[in-house]
């Protein structure tokens, strides 16, 4: 059983956050700050370091859930879009932004394509689960 799973999320996602703030391989694109996360957001985020939250929550995502695609997460990430007077309606987030946060952490050794049975999609690798470990000691 990993060490990951047991420890509380939101402290772990803070401190790797943390920790990937100081690679420049997991740089925050220019067009990041005016960016929505989803269609169904109204602004951009209001955290300056809302990239490497998002970076860190999907690589425990990925860690947990198996292979998993763009797709999966941009359905796990989305939320309900406010319509006014109609009711409301679920909208998937923001496929780019998952698409480019997976790849950079592909280009940092965490993360890989792999086909398991029918599953296709992006696994967390050896050396993402030592860091994800890691990253949950003393927490």
Known sequence: MSKFLEVNPEQLIKKVADELKKD???S???WALFCKTGISREKVPDQDD???IRAASILRKVAM???VGVNK???KYGSKQNRGMKPEKFQRASRNILRTILQ???TKGFVKQAEIGVHKGRV???EGKDFLDQM???L
Do not use: A, F, I
Request: glycine share 4%; proline share 8%; hydrophobic share 35%.
């Open 50 to 52: 809302w990239w490497y």
């Open 136 to 138: 949950s000691e003393n």
């Open 65 to 67: 859930m198996g292979p």
């Open 24 to 26: 420049e391989r997991m």
């Open 28 to 30: 925050q694109p220019d």
């Open 124 to 126: 967390v690798t050896k």
């Open 104 to 106: 950079q952490l592909e």
């Open 73 to 75: 997460l941009s359905v």
